[in-house]
Each structure stands twice: as C-alpha cells, then as structure tokens.
C-alpha cells in the first residue's frame, strides 16, 4: 500500500518561499497510471488543489496560484515537491501530497498523504 | 473557472438516511467523487467515478450523479459519520482538479 509523507519548514517568513518534499513508499512516481499532487486546506476552510505533476514532467496548476508555484519530481528519489514563492499570512495551511489515480476524464485522489501545517509568519 | 457548490452544513439523526449534494454546471457530464474527513485526519476517498465505492468503505455510503448535481447518500447513518464530506469533479476542458467546499454533517 502506497504511503506519502510530507516534510520541510513549518514555519516560513512572509514574502519568502515554502518548500515541501512529499517522500513515496509502497509504490513509484513513475508509475504510468497517475499523478502526483499537492492540496492544501487553511484553517476551518475547504479543500484547495495546487498543482499536479507526472512522471514525464508534465504538469498542471491551479490558475490561482500559477504565478506563484512550481510543482517537480525527482524519479530517483521517488519524491516530487512543491515550491511556494511571496508567500503571505493567506498561504498558512494544511498542505498534503496526494497520489491521483484514473484516465481520460476520470482523476480522484486515492492517497493522501498525512499533512503538514505551515504557518507563514515573522 | 468550473466551480461545485456544496450546502455548508447538514444533520441528521442515527439511523436515517442522509444525502449531501454537490452542484456544477452540467455536472453530469462529468464524473464526481466524493472525500470524508474526520478532524486532524486527512481526506479518506468514500465514493469515485460517481457511485463506486473503494475497498472498505461501507455499504451504507453510495453515490449518483446527473443532470447538474452528484449526491452522496449514506444510509442508516452512525455516529462515527459525522464528519467533513468534500465532493471532487475534473474540469476536462481545462484537466483541473476542482474541490467542493464542503459540507459539515452533524449526526444529532
């Protein structure tokens, strides 16, 4: 059973940049049958997706956030990670790595990973 | 941007059936899924591709989707369902991944 963990700074100083590492066990990145992802919940609010990579390289971000994110993946680590620049007090928030499985029009999130609270403050 | 509407909020007594819907414009012609959360617990995957549920995932929990909302339906509902629920859909025009709100249910 595949299993995701999240690591970095929990704490991150407004205007700087929030860096994560989301760590694959019990499966690959480079499997072909899905992406990799990164969502992200602020306190007491909804579910917010960031972005989604493939083993490839191929990528996809939440239009929001565009300007601001870089999702990558490292195959030989079985790792990806997401890069947050100009970060403010609106980014503090649970970020969990997710693990997307389905085709053509058809992605859900089958794994999640345990989430991490990053708090942006001086 | 496509955009899903959940109610903020449903209750419901032990033992009744629930449903929680999800709408977005021609939601139907997409496939929706739906995420249960307990607090300071991640999602759990309940309902995928509208009405399948994963292994171990109860019986009680099912799911339809048409027209412009997905509805979750769980039946005969226990305390320990009393929890976030967030349903999920796929924006194929533009390949986004597009959240619900989410719906607090309260089991009274």
């Known amino acids: 059973q595949v299993q995701l963990q999240e690591s970095g700074p929990r704490l991150v100083k407004p205007s700087e940049t929030l860096s994560l590492t989301c760590t694959v066990s019990?499966?690959?990145?480079?499997?072909?049958?899905?992406?990799w992802g990164w969502i992200r919940q602020p306190p007491g609010k909804g579910l917010e997706w960031i972005a989604y990579?493939?083993?490839?390289?191929?990528?996809n971000y939440n239009p929001s956030l565009k300007s601001r994110v870089t999702i990558s993946v490292d195959t030989s680590k079985n790792q990806f990670s997401l890069r947050l620049t100009s970060v403010t007090a609106a980014d503090t928030a649970v970020y969990y790595c997710?693990?997307?499985?389905?085709?053509?029009?058809?992605?859900?999130?089958?794994?999640w990973g345990q989430g991490t609270l990053v708090t942006v403050s001086s | 941007s496509y955009e899903l509407t959940q109610p903020p909020s449903v209750s419901v007594s032990p033992g009744q059936t629930v449903s929680i819907t999800c709408s977005g414009d021609?939601?139907?012609?997409?496939?929706a899924c739906w995420y249960q959360q307990k607090p300071g617990q991640s999602p759990v995957l309940v309902i995928y591709?509208?009405?399948k549920r994963p292994s171990g995932i109860p019986e009680r929990f099912s799911g339809s989707n048409s027209g412009s909302t997905a509805t979750l339906t769980i039946s005969g509902t226990q305390a320990m369902d009393e929890a976030d629920y967030s349903c999920?859909?796929?924006?194929?025009?533009?390949?986004?991944?597009?959240f619900g709100g989410g719906t607090k249910l309260t089991v009274l």
């Open positions: 997710a693990r997307l499985r389905g085709y053509t029009n058809n992605w859900y999130i089958d794994s």
């Open positions: 019990g499966g690959s990145v480079s499997s072909t049958n899905f992406y």
């Open positions: 990579i493939y083993y490839s390289g191929s990528t």
């Open positions: 021609k939601l139907g012609d997409k496939y």
């Open positions: 591709q509208d009405n």
């Open positions: 999920q859909a796929w924006d194929s025009s533009t390949a986004y991944v597009v």
